[in-house]
DNA sequence: TTAGGGTTAG
């Protein structure tokens, strides 16, 4: 017998199985797995039985361990020696499966369960929602006859997390209609929902909405950080700035949030200073996200040399292995500064096998630059690897485009059309001030005011002309007259949206234009010289990143 | 004696 256990056990009682537990309890909790399982056959040993209590304890570390085939051994001992004596044991058996990744198990033990809880369903709710099966989560959470706040919880964090923020917004109002209190992590989910929407309209529903339910940021840590990555996220990093400050306990989420958010803005410097005070002067130590952040900040700028710092230092310094989203950014950050062939060296260099994110930076780089070469060696692995997004095939042929090989372009056309593949569409939109969304498509004149839309436009393009504005037709990937060229340029969605909030914002208010797809060179143009010309700010997002357009500056600095 | 937690890349 262990010495520390005989020392413990037998000058009490040494056949009290509750002693014996205890002892493994206290080591299976330090993470003494081997020992408490020693534990537990000297026990056996000892012809003590084991009470439901042990078995809890073993299966919990069997779960932690993420030991499949040991936790089988004590589910079927728990059985034939406790049966399902208390819904707790049950319930600990549903959480090692889950944690073991075998959720199918759990699911048998739950249905074979003669008594449950609400703790058994949450469970196995959450556990779906965390493999991202919320049809399941739905299912069992409206056949669960009592819902508590933390199964309403699990449900509104499921949507969020799952990339579902409509309904995360739905259930949290079920939620309330039913008479259940929303708790911090209620609230934090909700707000992660709001950032998806990325609408102020959300945003300040959910400051209302954690305001009312007593939460604020600068007690809570929660619901600081998730506030910080909502206003990001909705455009007002300024915002995001003041929650920051104003929080009293920071964590990694607090500064891995606000780093992010400060590079999606193009804010480097800043974004990289805080990542530095973060490491130097605080306790904190920086995670795989944190990193992430702090490479954004790099190759949304350009700055290769202070991104290969940070790159090298992640393992050196932090012990923080690299993974292949670090290579991501580091490919992302060379391909867009032009070391097209040393992004690919790096990718070669990888231990990992290269996911298709990985190539689809190389790819964009290519785009960006014009290198049909290396674009095809990345097309080829990331067609393989992700062979249903059709926004890989529209980067080779911009790649083609670019380089005016129409011959090129109609091969990946075919491909695309082979694969039965739709084109995204693109589009923008806008909140106006009384929270109504306004979308705006290609070339589309269904919008109510599309007249006066499209005089704005034309009034627009003459003034930006006195300023030298000339239609970039290189940004039109098709083999079309100029003048056709010229008008798709002119009915792009951003141009559109833009035109709209000039018509209907107040003079001095800030225009925000979200978008679905990549902006082109000549709106990005068009967005700069229109800022000059009205005197406004043009915050605008697309799928990569923010652009703020002041006084016909951008503050990417035009490296996009 | 068991349940829900905010941040990530092209």
Redesign the pocket.
Known sequence: MDPYARRVIEPVQFRNPFLWTAVI?GYAIEGKFDEAIAMYGCMRKEEITPVS?TF??LL?ACGTMKDLNLGRQFHAQTFRLRGFC???VG??MI?MYVKCESIDCARKVFDEMPER????W??LI?AY??VGNMECAAELFESLPTK????W??MV?GF??NAKPQEALEYFDRMEKSGIRA????V??Y??AC?QLGASKYADRAVQIAQKSGYSPSDH??I???LI?MYS?CGNVEEAVNVFMSMNNK????Y??MI?GLATHGRAQEALHLFHYMVTQTEIKP????F??AL?AC?HSGLVDQGRQVFDSMYQTFGVQP?R??Y??MV?LLGRTGRLQEALELIKTMSVEPH??V???L???CRIHNNPEIAEIAAEH?FEL?PD?IG?YILLSNVYASAGDWGGVLRVRKLIKEKGLKKTPAVSWVVDKNGQMHKFFPGNLNHPMSNKIQDKLEELVERLTVLGYQPDLSSVPYDVSDNAKRLILIQHTEKLALAFSLLTTNRDSTITIMKNLRMCLDCHKFMRLASEVTGKVIIMRDN??FHHFRSGDCSCGDFW
């Open positions: 309890r209590f809890s304890a919990k208390f819904v707790y319930n600990t959480d809880d609400v703790i058994s949450t469970e959450a929602a965390r508590d706040m933390v199964a919880t699990a964090t969020a997390q708790d911090e992590v209620t934090a989910g707000i992660s950032a840590v929660v600081g950080s998730a990555d996220k964590n990694v989420f607090t891995s949030s992010l995670n795989t996200v944190t992430v952040g954004m190759s993974t989203d670090h991501t950014c992302d298709g994110g190539w689809g930076a790819l964009g780089a990331l992700e997004i890989n990569m990143r």
